[in-house]
């Protein structure tokens, strides 16, 4: 373990990722310390231009609520909303992944159908329509884009799955009379954990990104400030103050890169045929 | 050949069923239905009215049977009326898929050929030792993996529709438009310049990492020494031989992405207004038309489908090695 560590922090990309994740990571905490009150107060003149006004260091948005608060504001909801997405998306991908690597036959069978169809619907389609479905709502967000993404996981389990369920372990498991579900989770799963763990960095990013998404398209949460929000908000006036889309889209772009950076140093230290040069 | 195209036709058969179900019992969940909506355009309407449209659209009867009536059309290929719209939704998805695909082809013949240049670039400086190119490649193309594809399509406006007036803002074509033939084609050229720009830019990212993996793993294999011991040119030998192999991976993923595309088409098409699939979707789903989001949903699983099957047809063709097993 700490071996890994050790090589995980030897690589630049690790170590640009993991600063990348600390700068976003405190923006979110220490949101409600530096910003205290409602960011969505209006406190100027609207839309001040960035570095002009001391007061409003990034400037102020179409009704004068101040870019900086909500920026950090907004970092709460895009990473929590992210990384709460990749989670659910994560588990049931274990859950069904196990599932189906473990027992074969028919049961194997349905599971994988069932993935493929989920595969099939463009993920964003489906996270639109559950969002509708269902109101716009953070919980709703997190649901839409965890139900769309957990196939991808639920694929790579259950071939790490299925190539140890021929090993002679499972067969000592299954002699001492543990049942099948006991050998799959308790026994099996943690040792197929380490491609899921980069595997959740990928979904991690690509969660954020999509979170945006749908909040752009005014089916978000219209009360919650996030950058996917902001976004949306200055592309209203995307001509005279093209700055208001540009900036969140900028700390997306951070956020995304650092996790993205994160996993990448993950995959090198975990596998020890590929050492960095 | 024959025995794949069949194996594989008979597996669609229960995923594109799972895709109705799913599809309709996620819409059945939604609060209000589509005569809701109707009866709110019209300003309201009395009982009698309402309960009469209700049974027209079959909408009074319990959700299995529903279920059923629609399964029934869809094998007719009867994909129903569009309430929203007020056609049939087989025509209005047949209309707007033109426009999608377009778009998603040249965002893929971007993605495909920038994708693999700058990879073959990437690998090519890694193998030769002088790492700051690859270095530089592999950074850019993370920084392009970590861009949203309509925030990149709003700073594309910006620059090149608002400040620089150099292609225009929306729209698929000029209107009114009295181009004809060529002239119009470019017209439309012109109008998907940006779009297909904002939606390649990801799967440029992902085609370089996967071509410059490639490249690097082909290129430690015993026939690349031997081409190399034969005296080949450094440049035959990274096209021919080591180029062909590493394009492999690529259309195996492929498939994969075709679904991505479509759902990547649906932001860009609502940023850009272009009339597609995409657009279709988000306009039935505001407008609570179960029918057509279905249909769409439908359309794409299909098309999603078909795209897979394709991929592994051409895998087959493209890997001698396959080619004898079945």
Known sequence: ?277 | MKSLLVRRLVQAVPVLLIVVCLAFLLLRLAPGDAVDALVVEMGGGDPGLIAQLRADYGLDQPWPVQLGLYLAHVARLDLGWSIGFSRPVLGLVLERAGNTALLMAAALALALSAGTLLGVAAAQSQLRGRGWLDTLLTGFGLLLYAMPGFWIGLMLIVAFAVKLRWLPLAGIATVPSFDTAWAYAADVARHLALPTVALSLMYVAVYLRLMRAGMLEVAGSDFVRTARAKGLPPGRITWRHVARNALLPMVTVFGVHFGMLLGGSVVIESVFAIPGLGRLAYEAVTKRDLNLLLGIVLASAVMVILANLAVDLLYARLDPRLRGAR
């Not at chain 1, 709460?76 to 274990?94: M, N």
């Not at chain 1, 036959?105 to 463009?122: F, H, I, K, Y």
């Open chain 1, 1 to 277: 373990m700490t071996r890994v560590l050790r090589r995980f922090l030897a690589d630049r990309a690790g170590r640009i990722g993991l600063a990348g994740l600390v700068l976003v990571l405190g923006m979110a905490l220490g949101a409600g310390w530096l910003f205290p009150g409602d960011p969505l107060a209006v406190t100027g003149p609207a839309q001040t231009p960035p570095f002009q006004d001391p007061a409003h260091w990034l400037g102020t948005d179409r009704l004068g609520r101040d870019v900086l608060a909500q920026l950090f504001h907004g970092a709460r909801v895009s990473l929590l909303v992210g990384a709460a997405a990749a989670v659910l998306a994560v588990g049931i991908g274990l859950l069904v992944g196990t599932t189906a690597g473990f027992l074969d036959g028919w049961a194997d069978e349905a599971l994988m159908r069932l993935t493929e169809a989920v595969q099939t619907v463009p993920s964003f389609v489906l996270a639109l329509a559950l969002i509708l479905v269902l109101g716009p709502s953070l919980g709703h967000v997190v649901l839409a884009i965890g139900l769309g993404a957990w196939p991808g996981p639920a694929r790579v389990v259950r071939a790490e799955v299925m190539a140890l369920s021929r090993r002679d372990f499972v067969d000592a498991y299954r002699c001492m009379g543990m049942g099948w579900a006991r050998i799959a989770f308790a026994k099996l799963l943690p040792n197929a954990l380490s491609p899921v763990l980069v595997l959740a960095t990928v979904i991690t990013a690509a969660a954020i990104l999509l979170v945006a998404a749908p909040s752009s398209l005014v089916v978000g949460d219209p009360n919650r400030v996030s950058w996917g929000s902001m976004i949306a908000d200055g592309r209203a006036v995307l001509r005279s103050a093209w700055w208001l889309s540009a900036i969140p889209g900028v700390a997306i772009v951070v956020a995304v890169l650092s996790v993205s950076l994160l996993g990448e140093a993950l995959t090198a230290a975990l596998d020890p045929r590929r050492r960095r040069r």
